[in-house]
T-cell receptor, first 111, second 117 residues
Framework: RKEVEQDPGPFNVPEGATVAFNCTYS??????FFWYRQDCRKEPKLLMS???SGNEDGRFTAQLNRASQYISLLIRDSKLSDSATYLC????????????FGAGTRLTVKP | EAQVTQNPRYLITVTGKKLTVTCSQN?????MSWYRQDPGLGLRQIYY???????DKGDVPEGYKVSRKEKRNFPLILESPSPNQTSLYFC????????????????FGNGTRLTVT
């Protein structure tokens, strides 16, 4: 079983739609959680951290469910520019060398 | 501009021919790391460095070497490349080792696509 699992997609949605991705992780002791965005053939970039109480950044909402060991990312009012691969990242401790990356979920937003 | 710079962006080489991929950051970051990204597998850590002269193995270190003689540079060395090292490689850095909530996110270089024939 992979340490961090994501549905690879692709998710194809129309502009303005709401779309949600889930990510499950295997280590119940994992400490910190992130969503990164990766455009085609480019480097990953931090989208947002995921806090225990859930957090929102504009159209993006991230939530953590420790009991079920998953994190989610909700994108509201999808834009064409949201088309990318979204990487779920789980950190077993608070050190960067313990980060575990999911393989990513691909999103395409269509006009 | 704050950035992580990798070179080259693309490299095609033959089995056994030693190569080096350079990585440099201008943000005075303590932590640097190398990853490889393969389809369906996500990023896997090759080596990391917590500071100058401090390096350690990640999850997939076989066939790679690194050095950290200066804070800004962290080259990745393939002494004898093999076809299974064909991959997309990313260098990353962060201010500190800690990546906890509110801590130091990873900044990635723009990648090196390596093909070994």
């Amino acid at each position: 079983r992979k340490e961090v699992e994501q549905d690879p997609g692709p998710f194809n949605v129309p502009e303005g739609a709401t779309v949600a991705f889930n990510c499950t992780y295997s280590n119940s002791a994992s400490q910190s959680f992130f969503w990164y965005r990766q455009d085609c053939r480019k480097e990953p970039k931090l989208l947002m951290s995921v806090y225990s109480s859930g957090n929102e950044d504009g159209r993006f909402t991230a939530q953590l469910n420790r009991a079920s060991q998953y994190i989610s990312l909700l994108i509201r009012d999808s834009k064409l520019s949201d088309s990318a691969t979204y990487l779920c990242v789980v950190n077993d401790r608070y050190n960067n060398n313990d980060m575990r990356f999911g393989a990513g979920t691909r999103l395409t937003v269509k006009p | 501009e704050a950035q992580v710079t990798q070179n080259p962006r693309y490299l095609i080489t033959v089995t056994g021919k030693k190569l080096t991929v350079t990585c440099s950051q201008n943000m005075n970051h303590e932590y640097m790391s190398w990853y490889r990204q393969d389809p369906g597998l996500g990023l896997r850590q090759i080596y990391y460095s917590m500071n100058v002269e401090v390096t350690d193995k990640g999850d997939v270190p076989e066939g790679y070497k690194v050095s950290r003689k200066e804070k800004r540079n962290f080259p990745l060395i393939l002494e004898s490349p093999s076809p299974n090292q064909t991959s997309l490689y990313f260098c990353a850095s962060s201010l500190h080792v800690s990546a906890g909530q509110g801590g130091s996110p990873l900044h990635f270089g723009n990648g090196t696509r390596l093909t070994v024939t």
